[in-house]
């Protein structure tokens, strides 16, 4: 089991591709949760690629979906005032892998 204080994630971002969630997805201080797959929804609204939880007025629930290894997503969420959860599509999520790649590598370099 994974304990921590809040604090100890500000500014943080999570890309979630793949796996089994067997807890409950929670953000804090300016973090943001990326969800990359398909069929998401929450209570039956269903979500789009490109939609961001927090403006479409859902802080807390359970989101459903296919998450883009094929993997069952069903679990329980809250957002905190200041952070997030959105949904991309696969070319976005390679792009910022790619990028953050590139930082990694030209920080290297200097």
């Given at each position: 089991m994974l304990s921590y204080r809040p604090r100890?994630?500000?500014?943080?971002a999570i890309f979630l591709s793949g796996g089994t969630i067997t807890g409950f997805l929670s953000t804090y201080a300016d973090s943001a949760i990326y969800l990359d797959g398909s069929g998401?929804?929450?209570?039956?609204?269903v979500?789009?690629?490109?939609?961001?939880?927090?403006?479409?007025?859902?802080?807390?629930?359970?989101?459903?979906g296919t998450l883009a290894d094929?993997?069952?997503?069903?679990?329980?969420?809250?957002?905190s005032?200041?952070?997030?959860?959105?949904?991309i599509p696969?070319?976005?999520?390679?792009?910022?892998?790619?990028?953050g790649g590139l930082v990694l590598r030209r920080r290297?370099?200097?």
């Open positions: 100890d994630f500000a500014n943080a998401f929804e929450v209570g039956g609204q979500l789009s690629v490109g939609d961001n939880l927090r403006t479409l007025g859902l802080t807390s629930g359970t989101i459903t094929s993997s069952a997503l069903d679990v329980g969420f809250s957002i005032d200041t952070s997030n959860i959105i949904i696969e070319p976005v999520s390679m792009a910022l892998l790619s990028l290297r370099r200097n």
